[in-house]
């Protein structure tokens, strides 16, 4: 096993993301790892219409790391590797919190940091061993999952190798490099993930490993992508001394996500200025007291209003980001806090809605509660209303999010602060304009669906069962072979399930578009069919059927197909790639063990 492939997916979802090229660390640092080690390794980052298969083919072993908006791209990729017998393993944020979806997609799965897991788990593959002893894998025993327990050991930030960027597709055209040199953050926001993932205690490389990394990237900006890059303020003020005397550190300039709280530190805000500083990124999240105290902020309004005013002084942008949902939330809410960021001078803005991402407190909450009516990840990027709030519908929600990003980034207020921060942030503002109103465009679909799924849930029954039998084809036709086909139409919290099962040919789909063309609703957003226990009667009913999945597709979000028949995947598969990836959201679920 010598050549392997490392993925990061990109979302199709358009957003402000979408626009940035930055691949997350997690993946060049296994590439680094895997090279030091002997092995051939490509790292590429793209969507599934975008990656270069060509390579990707020729693999004996890919891993995919994928975050929950990402991880329906990620599995996407995953059935066409394994249709053509590539092992896979899937790691990541996503798949560390809900293992027991992801492995349904993957050969193995790895949960938590996968830096101390990667190298054994291909050695135990290419040796024919099961990883049974290896902390933190998920693999497949006898047709059942199996989940080693992870280690209870955080990784020592100084044992790992400085990552390849330059294995990336496109590395040259970064406008930012990422460098990471902590992870962990002290504090517990309920709605955030990172703590549950990396820890509360918070873990950093020593001074002089980073001086080395940042020496190679002269006259490029910097972006240090720790989730908190000052929660150790002694630590912090000691990198940026030697960034400022070392001749050596020739960066353009950088920035990093920050709390508010580090405004109070006149001597951190004077080392950030002096060590080239430009922009910093705060969590803001309301200006509603009691929003921040249901997500545990520990945070006032005053103290974002302090911060706001005191980066200013040391020459400082701020990009704010705010987070609309809470339970202390309503409209009024949302109208306030965009009129708050255009009077308080914040830079640049963004409008997030409260999303319920698997893994944290929050998610939880809703759950129990019942309050979560869309379970497709693909819109768990903050750019879409997934959950029912308190004070307002859903539909309020996504509305008013829109109408304040575009508010902020209106013209008018384009060259605003042009006096206090400079061009930059006029620059940024008049992409802002137009991202906002792009977005506000191309989300319209959504609108619709809030709308349908408003009246849906007014609606007696919301959870049904409906028994549907495709009539029998005349058998003087088609033969007295013929067995009529078996399909069941299940919807359970707003995912709708297909299950066909016999054995099927031209007339008896044909029969079966007509009836489903009834009994489907006009809009929905999931769409899971089982055919693991669909055959075909000729080659002739399998293309038929999968014309048909097309034409699903186009009116479902997500699709996803579940079989067990390898040679029907490769099938599907193959013209699937005929088509170019044009099915939507396509997904192959194929059950091997």
Known sequence: MQKIVLIEPQSKEDHVYKHVLMPRLGLPILVTQLQQEGYQVSFHLGTVDSLPWSRILDADLVGISTTTATCREAYQISGLLRSNDIPVIIGGIHASFVPEEAIQFADYIIRGEAEESILPLVRALEAGREPENIPGVSFWKNGEPVHVPPSRAAISMDTLPVPDLSMMDNASKMLSIPVMTSRGCPYDCSFCCVTRMFGRRYRYRCTEKVLEELARFPGKHVFFCDDNFVANAKRSKELMREMIERPEIKIKGWGAQVRADAAY?????????????????????????????????????????????????????????????????????????????????????????????????????????????????????????????????????????????????????????????????????????????????????????????????????????????????????????????????????????????????????????????????????????????????????????????????????????????????????????????????????????
């Not at 006032?300 to 005013?309: C, G, L, N, Q, W």
């Not at 209106?410 to 602060?417: D, L, V």
């Not at 006029?426 to 009246?455: D, E, M, T, V």
């Not at 699709?559 to 013209?575: D, G």
């Open 265 to 593: 530190d006149d001597e951190l805000l004077e080392l950030m200025s002096r060590s080239g500083c430009s922009i910093v990124y705060i969590g803001f999240e309301s200006i509603n007291p009691e929003t921040l105290k249901g997500y545990n902020k520990e945070q006032s309004v005053d103290d974002i209003k302090e911060a706001i005013s005191r980066f200013h002084d040391y020459g400082i942008r701020i990009h704010g980001m705010f987070v609309f949902g809470g339970d202390g939330d309503t409209a009024k809410t949302i109208r306030e806090t965009a009129d708050f960021a255009i009077e308080a001078r914040i830079d640049s803005v963004q409008f997030m809605m409260l999303t319920p991402m698997p893994g944290t407190p929050f998610f939880e909450q809703l759950e129990k509660e019942g309050r979560i009516f869309n379970y497709d990840w693909s819109l768990y990027d903050g750019h879409y209303a997934v959950f029912k709030p308190a004070w307002m519908t859903p539909e309020e929600l996504q509305r008013e999010t829109i109408e304040a990003h575009k508010k902020f980034y209106s013209f008018t207020n384009i060259f605003k602060n042009v006096r206090v921060t400079g061009w930059a942030t006029a620059l940024y503002r008049a992409i802002g304009f137009g991202l906002a109103r792009h977005f506000a465009f191309q989300s319209r679909w959504y609108h619709r669906y809030l709308k349908n799924k408003s009246y849906a849930s007014r609606r007696p029954v919301t959870l049904f069962y409906r028994q549907l039998a495709a009539p029998a084809a005349d058998k003087e036709q088609v033969g007295a072979s013929v067995v009529p086909l078996r399909v069941s139409l299940t919807e359970q919290k707003g995912i709708l399930y297909l299950k066909i099962r016999g054995i099927a040919d031209s007339l008896q789909l044909k029969e079966l578009n007509r009836t489903l063309k009834k009994m489907l609703p006009r809009n929905y957003s999931h769409l899971v069919v089982n055919m693991e226990g669909l055959r075909f009667a000729s080659e002739r009913a399998a293309t038929g059927f999968a014309s048909y999945l097309e034409k699903l597709g186009s009116r479902v979000r997500r699709l996803q197909v579940v079989t067990t028949a390898e040679k029907q995947a490769r099938s599907l598969l193959s013209w699937k790639r005929k088509k170019h990836f044009k099915l939507p959201r396509f997904e192959l679920m194929v059950h091997k063990h």
